[in-house]
């Protein structure tokens, strides 16, 4: 058995793609349904002008992020109707 290590890995799109779904249904079972969560916006993220702040939530065990204008500290839970 041979070592791998990181500069052997190289990410391929699949793999992102499948991280995020993944990333994705992980969060619907733990937020509960019209529950979510408030994430501020940083780094490299570019969600459109004047987005800082989203709110990610489960409509239907489906994660959905929306963009949050009201100033509320990230990480505060939320109930979304």
Partial sequence: MSDITNEDLQDSPNDWLNSSLLFARTLSLILEPG????VDVKGGM??????????????????VIEAFDRDIKEGTPMKVV
């Fill in 35 to 38: 529950h979510g969560i408030v």
């Fill in 46 to 63: 570019d969600l459109g002008e004047g987005v800082e702040k989203v709110i990610v939530f489960n409509r239907d065990e489906q994660i």
